[in-house]
């Protein structure tokens, strides 16, 4: 429920670091508002705070005041903690008492009823009008603890226990409510439930975010992205400030794709897309709460880990099988000790089974002796960015003596000391944790981590962030072909025009001649040279097998003759105008697809897979956001579960994976070039040769922008 063509530049400052607070509905009574009171109160705000309600004089020590009106100074924001009604009749009155930013906690606005539906957008309008930062409705509000200051739902008891780097923006209410339950890892910098998202959005607070000196890394748990050029472009100031964005998305995008008309947007779906979006724009992506948690949590190191690779030193063997299990399966390197190391590792500790990572350090039980050891070989070794020391024990637990587990504490802080790279310590069984040693741990800057597949997981992400290199590429020029195809305002482009599109950009399509005769089709072959393909071309028949009007295999004339008789009745009994093309006909070759798909927010998006007979590998597609970068064709060839189909086999060479690379990243610039009035392509297929061969594009098909739709990005 927002404007989607007003995305407002609105000032987030009064709602973040507001001099002076309203709260509409005060009273002295257990309620939201005197939770927001006592939470100013006890994190010791320094600004005005005004209570709002006719029914009292003064609550608590402070002076309240019978209406928005009466205040005696224009409130930064104002907290509304009253009924539906009296929250639109305070709102009207937000423009002439000069109110910059709002709250309003309430649900049953816009997700609800037609009386909600038409107050949101009164409420709205204001806003936007007036440039009132507006967060919600339906939200838990925000909490700056730099600024010591919450307008936020839950009473607070101490700005200094949840202050820290992270900021949080969340649509969802109870997510916040978990991530501020604990802060013994790391502690908030901002915290913005947005709700509905009516005015202020999650792309704006990101961006405001970027700017915010405390926050160092920022958490974003999502339903929806309701301004994605917003998002993509603070997405972009995020990762030049180096600050990571980590992002848990659930649920679909609110807007959603054009009617989806070709193969490759079939491809495209809306939670793929969006993941390329946040790998092009130097995003963490999680699937699971937990993993977005420990990013949060690992990140509070000293440093960050420069390789992805990672070393673990442990107590047992079992474990140690455990850990290479779950790792594996999650894309996690554990690289083995080197022989050097590994030798030296037994020679102090003794016979250990593996290849000494994670490397058991066990041996004759002696952890005083062995576990320095141990850290002091995996700090140095050259083949990973981090050190991990496991091991389990808990609070109040049973067995075990906690002063042993303690005794680690200074094993690691030596060991991080010697060593360039982020140590760790990670509970293998998720949750368990002993208070003192996390909280020594993390003055030390070694973060306390939770769980194999989010612990481990946590450094890698990091390390992926910490290394990111993805070079822009200088688009090629398209080739001056002096017939640029007009494309703009057509229903589809048919296959002889948008190949000469791809022409233009040094694609090699088939050699072929529209014939107005079957004499011309006769002479046309000549050139041409059997065997040929005739095909019927129209802007009106974007698919044209399904109607038997691609007729491959003509080796003579007499079988074109009899082709043309055969296609032309086709298309008449249709009832359909087309042209008939006569075309080169490639033998062999493998038949692969490249298409571009279009996001009305996102924009443009490269997607490759196997083709022709193959399409049973359908969802065996490689995407990437356009424009490509250095380095993204060569993955995508790599990366499709069919990749061996190009390299030699029996006999038969290698294809030409160079050509098909260069095919993609011309693709990618014809879209720079020209992605104004093209939305989606189709090449499919586009027949793969032998290596030095090159490729022929066999068919393509380019669908125009439509304007009406007022999406071009
Ligand atoms: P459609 O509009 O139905 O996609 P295509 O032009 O792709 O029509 O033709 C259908 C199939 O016929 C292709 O997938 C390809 O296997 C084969 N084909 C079409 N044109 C040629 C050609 N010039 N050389 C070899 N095979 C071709
Ligand atoms: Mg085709």
Not at 159 to 184: E, K, P, R
Not at 217 to 246: C, H, M
Not at 397 to 411: C, S, T, V, W
Not at 630 to 642: F, L, S
Request: glycine share 10%.
């Amino acid at each position: 429920m927002r404007d989607s063509n007003t995305p407002g530049q609105i000032d987030l400052e009064p709602l973040f670091r507001p001099g002076s607070i309203a709260v509409v509905g005060a009273s002295p009574n257990p309620s939201i508002s005197r939770n927001i009171l006592d939470t100013l109160k006890a994190f010791g705000f320094a600004g005005h705070v005004y209570p709002v309600n006719p029914k009292y004089e003064a609550i608590g020590d402070l002076p309240c005041f019978p209406s928005l009106r009466d205040l005696p100074g224009a409130p930064d924001v104002v907290a509304f903690c009253v009924s539906h009604e009296r929250t639109l009749e305070g709102f009207r009155q937000l423009p002439e008492i000069g109110a910059r930013a709002a709250v309003i906690f309430g649900g049953g606005f816009g997700e609800a009823g037609e009386w909600g539906r038409s107050a949101q957008a009164e409420i709205v309008q204001i806003a936007r009008e007036h440039g009132i930062a507006l967060c919600g409705p339906n939200c838990m509000g925000v909490i700056s603890p730099h600024a010591r200051s919450a307008t936020y739902l839950q009473n607070g008891s101490s700005a200094d226990a949840i202050t820290g780097n992270v900021g949080l923006i969340s649509q969802s209410g109870s997510i916040c409510i978990s991530m501020l339950a604990d802060v013994s890892r790391f502690g908030f910098s901002l915290v913005a439930s947005t709700g509905n998202e009516a005015v202020v959005s999650s792309a704006a607070v990101l961006d405001y975010m970027v700017d915010h000196d405390e926050t160092r890394i920022i958490a974003i748990f999502n339903e929806t992205i309701s301004e994605p050029e917003r998002f993509v472009a603070a997405l972009d100031r995020a990762a030049e400030a180096g600050k990571p964005v980590v992002v848990l998305k659930v649920g679909k995008n609110e807007r959603t794709r054009e009617a989806i008309a070709t193969h490759t947007g079939g491809v495209a779906g809306d939670e793929r897309v969006f993941s390329e979006v946040l790998r092009a724009h130097r995003a963490i992506e999680v699937t699971e709460f937990d993993e977005l948690v420990e990013v949060l949590a690992a990140f509070q190191a000293t440093r960050l880990p420069e390789k992805p690779a990672i070393s673990v030193v442990t107590s047992s063997g079992g474990v140690a099988e455990l850990m290479l299990d779950n790792a594996a399966s999650n894309g996690i390197e554990l690289p083995p000790l080197p022989d050097d190391e590994f030798e030296e590792a037994q020679r102090v500790i003794g016979a250990f089974s593996g290849d000494g990572n994670p490397l058991d350090a066990w041996g004759n039980g002696n952890f005083r002796v062995n576990t320095p050891h141990a850290l002091g070989l995996v700090g140095q070794v050259a083949n990973t960015g981090s050190v991990v020391l496991s091991y389990d024990n808990n609070d109040g637990a049973p067995m075990g003596n906690i002063a042993d587990y303690l005794a680690r504490i200074e094993l690691l802080e030596a060991s991080q000391k010697a060593s360039s790279k982020p140590h760790y310590q990670l509970s293998f069984r998720p949750g368990l944790r002993i208070a003192e040693q996390t909280e020594r741990l993390r003055a030390l800057g070694i973060p306390t981590l939770s769980g194999i597949r989010p612990g481990l997981g946590a450094i890698k992400r990091l390390a992926t962030w910490n290394t990111f290199e993805a070079p822009e590429r200088q688009p090629i020029a398209s080739a001056d072909s002096g017939d640029e195809i007009v494309i703009a305002g057509r229903v589809t482009v048919n296959e002889h025009d948008s190949k000469r599109v791809m022409a233009s950009h040094g694609l090699r399509t088939t050699r072929e001649e529209l014939a107005a005769t079957p004499d011309e089709a006769a002479e046309a072959a000549g050139r041409i040279g059997f065997p040929v393909v005739l095909k019927a071309v129209s802007d009106a028949i974007p698919h044209k097998s399904d109607l038997g009007l691609v007729i491959v295999g003509i080796e003579t004339p007499a079988e074109l003759a009899e082709a043309w008789k055969k296609l032309t009745e086709r298309l008449e009994n249709a009832g359909a105008e087309a042209g008939i093309l006569v075309q080169e006909m490639v033998r062999g070759g493998l038949e692969v697809f490249a298409g571009v798909a279009h996001h009305p927010g996102f924009g443009h998006f490269l997607a490759f897979g196997l083709g022709g007979v193959e399409v049973e590998l359908q969802d065996d597609v490689a995407l990437r956001k356009l424009p490509l970068r250095e380095g993204d064709a060569e993955k995508m060839i790599g990366e499709i579960r069919g990749a061996s189909r190009f390299e030699a086999y029996r006999g038969r060479p290698a294809y030409d994976t160079e050509s098909l690379a260069t095919c993609l990243y011309a693709i990618s610039d014809l879209v720079t070039a020209r992605g104004d009035v093209i939305r989606e392509i189709d090449l499919n297929p586009i027949k793969l040769m032998p290596a030095g061969q090159g490729l022929v594009i066999v068919d393509a098909l380019v669908l125009p922008m439509k304007k009406e739709a007022g999406e071009n990005s």
